[in-house]
C-alpha cells in the first residue's frame, strides 16, 4: 500500500515536471536545496565525506559551498528524470546544445567496432542516454526499482527512442557482447559498486574503491572502443552538453583486471574535472574496503562515513 501511495506521488511529480523547461527546473531545485539539507542528513554527510577525500586542500568554508552546490545538482537531476523520460522529445533533443567527442563513436562504427561508453553518475546521465538511443543502435543493463509500481514508467522511459534495456545477470552481459560484435553501442555505470567477487579495488581519488570488471571482460572478447559519456548542465542551466572523452588506455589492459579498473577510475575522474560539483557525492562509493569483513556486511562503511578517513567525527 504504501509503495503504492509513493509510486503514484512519484508518477505525477514527474508528469507534471516533463513539462518544465530545464532552466525552470534547475531554479526549483536552488528553492528545495534548503529543506534537503536539513532533512537529508545522511547524503550532506556522505557528501561532505567524499569531497573531503576527493578534495582535501579546500577550506570548510570552499567545502560548505561545494556541498551545497552538489546537492543542488542532484535535486535538479531528480527533478529532470520527468523531462528525460516523458518531456516531448523535440524539447529533449532541443535542450542538448553541443556534442563534444562524438567522432569518437562515428570513427569506431566506421572501422566496423563497437563502442563501450562509461556513463558515470555526472549531470543528468538520463539525458545521455536519450542522446545515444536517439542516434546510435544503444544497448544497456537495467536493475527494477525498488518500489516495482514505478518500473513501467522507468522502463518506457529509457527505451522510448530506442534503447534496449537487459538485465543485470549472465544473459545481459551476453546480449552486451552481441551489441558489440554488431558494432553498436553499449553502455555502463563504471562507478556502482559491484558485488564482492565482481569488481577489484582501484584508486578513485587517492582512495581505493571496489570497482566493477565486466569492462576487462567485454574488451578481452571484442575490438570494442572505451570512452567516457556524460550530459554537463551549461553554466547558464537552460540546456545540456553532451562530451564524449577517450577512455585511459589502462582499460585495454584485458588481462589485468586490477590495471583496468584504475583505467576506468582515472575515465571517470576525467569526466568529473568538467565540472567537479556536477558529480553524485551523495553515494557511497567507498562502501566496501580492502579488508572488510565479510560476515559483518557494511562496518567499515559506517565507519568510514561517520568518523572519515582520518577517523575524526564528522
Request: charged letters at 30%; aromatic letters at 10%; zero cysteines.
Amino acid at each position: 500500500m504504501k509503495d503504492n501511495w509513493q509510486a503514484r506521488l512519484i508518477m505525477r511529480l514527474w508528469q507534471v515536471l516533463s513539462k518544465r523547461p530545464p532552466r525552470t527546473l534547475w531554479r526549483l531545485a536552488s528553492r528545495f536545496e534548503p529543506v534537503y539539507s536539513l532533512i537529508g542528513v545522511r547524503e550532506r554527510r556522505i557528501t561532505r565525506m567524499n569531497l573531503r577525500q576527493a578534495f582535501p586542500e579546500v577550506s570548510e568554508k570552499a567545502r560548505r559551498q561545494q556541498i551545497h552546490d552538489s546537492l543542488q545538482h542532484s535535486i535538479a537531476t531528480m527533478m529532470e528524470l520527468g523531462f528525460a523520460w516523458q518531456g516531448d522529445p523535440e524539447a529533449v533533443e532541443k535542450s542538448i546544445v553541443e556534442v563534444h567527442g562524438r567522432e569518437l563513436l562515428d570513427e569506431a562504427r566506421a572501422e566496423g567496432r563497437g563502442v563501450i561508453v562509461l556513463a558515470p553518475h555526472f549531470g543528468n546521465w538520463e539525458i545521455l542516454n536519450f542522446w545515444l538511443s536517439s542516434h546510435f543502435p544503444f544497448t544497456a543493463m537495467y536493475e527494477p526499482p525498488k518500489i516495482s509500481a514505478l518500473d513501467p514508467v522507468i522502463r518506457h522511459g529509457r527505451e522510448r527512442m530506442g534503447a534496449q534495456l537487459v538485465p543485470t545477470t549472465s544473459r545481459g552481459v551476453a546480449a552486451l557482447l552481441k551489441a558489440l560484435k554488431r558494432s553498436e553501442a553499449i553502455g555502463i555505470l563504471p562507478d556502482q559498486v559491484p558485488d564482492w567477487g565482481s569488481g577489484e579495488f582501484a584508486e578513485f581519488f587517492g582512495y581505493p574503491a571496489y570497482t566493477a570488471t565486466l569492462l576487462p571482460r567485454l574488451v578481452s572478447r571484442t575490438d570494442a572502443r572505451v570512452v567516457t559519456g556524460v550530459a554537463r548542465r551549461r553554466e547558464d542551466r537552460r540546456g545540456f552538453d553532451i562530451h564524449f572523452l577517450k577512455a585511459d588506455e589502462r582499460v585495454y589492459a584485458r588481462e589485468d583486471e586490477a590495471l583496468s579498473a584504475r583505467g576506468v577510475n582515472a575515465s571517470v575522474e576525467a569526466a568529473i574535472a568538467l565540472d567537479a560539483m556536477q558529480y553524485q557525492w551523495e553515494y557511497k562509493r567507498y562502501r566496501r574496503t580492502p579488508g572488510q569483513r565479510d560476515n559483518v556486511p557494511g562496518w567499515r562503511e559506517r565507519r568510514f562515513y561517520k568518523q572519515g578517513r582520518s577517523g575524526r567525527k564528522l
